[in-house]
């Protein structure tokens, strides 16, 4: 790892209705045309199982702060 690169490990819960939850997650890859600003690219990188269980996502988003961060999660629950 460089001096400039961080490695964090988050666990969030979302409120909402599981179904809602799964909605957006089942179709990741549409981020970017809710949020452009933020969301600048977002990528499948591993399907998971017919529930979307396992589900790896690869992303790179901008925020307030001047930097941009290359995030990824996976679906767990």
Request: proline share 6%; net charge negative.
């Amino acid at each position: 790892m460089s001096a400039n690169e961080y490695h964090f490990v988050t666990h969030s819960r979302v409120p909402g209705m599981v179904e809602e939850v799964a909605d957006i997650l089942a179709d990741v890859t549409d981020l970017p045309r809710w949020w452009p600003s933020v969301y600048l690219d977002v990528q499948e990188t591993k399907p998971g199982d017919e529930a979307g269980i396992g589900k790896e996502v690869s992303l790179y988003t901008r925020g307030w702060l001047p930097y941009t961060l290359r995030w990824q999660f996976r679906v767990t629950l």
